[in-house]
């Protein structure tokens, strides 16, 4: 079915309730939380530091689950949802990463610690980064798509691997949740998971409009190849 | 035998790549002991064809059901491996196609293909009409009943194109379907065949010849009138001159000694192509010598306090050199398209990556062993020691299971030798933290259990990334 140049109703409701949960995350954020008595203000970078870094590696996540099942069952739609995820995820994890190091100056007096979260949201931006110049240098065609394919998942389960590396190697970054409590104020908690919800939100609001976009991108591919299918018949 | 028995049954295939259609909608059938010879103009679709019946490609709509339990194949590329004599490529194909009687199969298709004088001569140093009888040989070798040949005759002369049509004819006298393409039909030879013409993907003529030059003609004919006279002539049916039908034998079946003897043959090949040219060796050898020379510059290692350095030095040197080498050894199998032979074989993809794993592993841990000495005598450093040899391999066999993938993975993409350590560098993250932790521990002389922790790490990625490589090489090698 040919796909709609109008912007669909899921869409546009998903838009409006990202910018009504993030509206009301910033002012949580800034009005509603705290202010942390060792760090000051530099500590509500952190809400979303860990919510992009949340929303990163879920996106990482799925390009993975959408690799698989593209290698599975070669279905078009799973190699769209990996790269869609993928650049978005992209786009997260450049944000983790900005964040991070937004976050590390006052407080570690560096702008780059090599802690072990930060080191892992670089090996995902390298391997997201790695995953989109693949993509572009292969034309939209089985062949991308099945490439990619093994890459997202050669590239996801090194992740954990990295994670546990790093953890034994060297790491100095404060624990957010541990096992008996998040170690956060309630007010605190609450903030951040309207955070972790609005980001997410935000997720999958972009998720379905990239989604939308690649499928129009390969309608108009497909149309060009009915165009050139009539000049080869004549 | 009448041509009825049908081997070959294709209904409404169409097939397109991107914005070029090759076929739309086409209806072919092709019977047992057929000769047929496919023509047509530059782009018809003449060589996608012989490669979707191979089942290299894959149509995307329509069918094609084919009962020949052999296909034998000959694309424009030999398929042959230059490094290797031609007894040695026909040897290692016949592992592939499991023959139980290879190397006297071998010396019979050289003997028939007048071959056996030069048969232990690398084929990079023999006449185009000589690899192209080779290559003929090598798509003969499993006793096909189907015989797929792209433009045979092409850069031929007429005595080696009339050579090799008699070699053809006495292949289809043993009851082989023959189906080649071809733009020669300069040979004055009489020879009953039908005669495809195909134009954009269409089938124009179908008919039955009794000799080139009439073929010639109805080509010529077909060439001028372009797509207007697209009027299609039904073959009559006559009777196929003399073929006599050997019901192939199906493959036996598949045990696991068949797979290790097939992981085993394509290591064999492989290390017996580096050990004739030595390039993997050579260059590695040198880039990682002078990657560790840079580095005793760049960070003074002969000073007391940058000693623990040397490990990391070591495998970064190690990485590096592997980039170089792992693009080359795959590309071997790409190079004249032998991978489309090892595609069309009764092997399972999973064997041709364990093969090639095993082959890049020798190499690289070769290269490792040269350059851990080197670091020795250089940096007077105690690196011999005996957990030394496990930290090195175990690292060294996760770094061959990734970069074969990865460096099978960019083969067909633009800008290969880049891409490949942008992908590969990511990956190896976790493996090189452990290795440097390994190596530095077996330095210091500690037991192997001192870095357990470290080696249940490299054990997992190996595990991964061997178990990833093995599930998803089929699609990796796939166009």
């Known amino acids: 079915m040919q796909t709609s140049a109008r912007t669909p109703k899921l869409i546009n409701l998903l838009i409006a309730l990202s910018a009504i949960l993030l509206i009301g995350a910033l002012w949580m954020v800034f009005a509603y939380a705290p202010l942390e008595q060792t760090m000051g203000i530099v500590q509500k970078i952190f809400y979303f530091h860990v919510s992009s870094a949340w929303v990163g590696f879920f996106a990482f996540f799925v390009t993975f689950v959408g690799s698989l099942l593209y290698l599975l069952r070669g279905q078009d739609r799973w190699d769209r949802l990996a790269v869609a995820s993928a650049e978005i995820g992209f786009v997260f994890i450049s944000i983790t990463l900005v964040s991070g190091m937004l976050w590390a100056k006052p407080v570690w007096g560096a702008y780059w610690v090599w802690e072990m979260r930060l080191t892992i949201s670089l090996i995902q931006w390298l391997i997201y980064f790695s995953y989109t110049l693949l993509r572009r240098s292969l034309a939209h065609t089985e062949d991308a798509a099945r490439v990619s394919a093994v890459y997202g998942i050669v590239a996801f389960v090194t992740v954990p691997l990295s994670w546990f590396a790093i953890r034994w190697w060297r790491t100095i970054h404060p624990q957010v949740f541990s096992s008996s409590s998040s170690g956060l104020p309630a007010s605190m908690l609450a903030t951040l998971l309207v955070c972790l919800g609005a980001f997410s939100v935000l997720y999958f609001t972009f998720l379905l409009q990239r989604l939308r976009l690649e499928k129009l991108v390969r309608e108009r591919l497909a149309v060009l190849s009915a165009e050139a299918d009539r000049e080869w018949a004549a | ?479």
């Not at chain 2, 914005?19 to 002991?33: H, I, P, Q, S």
């Not at chain 2, 530059?42 to 009962?67: F, H, M």
């Not at chain 2, 080779?134 to 040949?149: G, N, W």
């Not at chain 2, 030595?278 to 290692?301: D, P, V, W």
């Open chain 2, 1 to 479: 035998m009448e041509p009825t028995d049908t081997l070959l049954h294709i209904q409404g295939l169409s097939k397109r790549y991107q914005f070029r259609r090759v076929f739309a909608n086409l209806d072919m059938e092709l019977a047992r002991g057929e000769w047929v010879l496919i023509c047509g103009p530059n782009g018809a679709g003449k060589s996608t064809l012989l490669r979707l019946i191979a089942g290299l490609e894959k149509a995307q709509v329509g069918s094609l059901t084919s009962v020949a339990a052999r296909i034998g194949y000959l694309s424009h590329a030999s398929g042959l491996y230059e490094d290797l004599s031609p007894r040695e490529n026909l040897e290692f194909f016949a592992k592939i196609f499991r023959l139980e009687n290879g190397p006297q199969r071998a010396a019979e298709l050289l003997e028939q293909f007048g071959l056996t004088e030069r048969r232990d001569d690398p084929v990079r140093s023999l006449s185009r009409g000589m690899i192209r009888r080779l290559s003929i040989a090598l798509a003969v070798l499993h006793q096909p009943d189907l015989l797929l040949l792209d433009e045979p005759f092409s850069g031929l002369d007429y005595d080696a194109q009339l050579a090799l049509l008699d070699l053809l004819k006495g292949i289809q006298a043993q009851g082989c379907t023959i189906v080649l393409t071809t733009h020669e039909f300069s040979l004055e030879e009489a020879l009953d065949f039908r005669l495809l013409y195909l134009h954009k993907g269409k089938l124009i003529h179908d008919q039955r010849c009794r000799a080139f030059a009439e073929a010639r003609d109805i080509y010529q004919n077909a060439m001028r009138a372009g797509q207007k006279e697209t009027k299609k002539t039904k073959p009559p049916t006559e009777k196929t001159p003399q073929a006599r039908l050997n019901t192939p034998a199906s493959h036996p079946p598949y045990r696991l000694r068949d797979y290790l003897a097939q992981v085993w043959a394509v290591a064999q090949k492989d290390l017996r192509t580096e050990m004739r040219t030595r390039e993997l060796l050579n260059f590695m050898l040198l880039f990682g010598l002078s990657a560790i020379l840079i580095f005793s510059f760049a960070f003074n290692l002969m000073s007391n306090a940058v000693r623990n350095f040397i490990p990391g030095m070591l495998w970064t040197a190690l990485i590096f050199t592997g980039f170089l080498g792992l693009s080359k050894a795959v590309n071997r199998d790409f190079a004249n398209q032998s991978m489309d032979v090892l595609r069309i074989a009764p092997l399972e993809p999973s064997a041709i990556y364990l093969g090639k794993l095993l082959g890049i592993f020798i190499v690289q841990l070769s290269v490792a062993v040269v350059l851990l000495l080197a670091a020795l005598i250089l940096f007077n450093t105690a690196l011999l020691q005996p957990a030394m040899a496990t930290a090195l391999s175990s690292g060294i066999l996760g770094l061959a299971a990734s970069g074969t993938l990865l460096a099978t993975l960019v083969e067909r993409t633009r800008s290969r030798e880049m891409l490949l350590p942008v992908l590969l560098m990511p990956v190896l993250i976790p493996l090189l933290i452990a290795c440097v932790q390994v190596t530095q521990d077996a330095a210091a002389g500690l037991a192997l259990v001192e870095s357990l922790a470290w080696y249940r790490l490299i054990f997992i990625y190996n595990i991964i990334m061997v178990s990833v490589g093995m599930l998803t090489y089929g699609s990796t090698i796939e166009n």
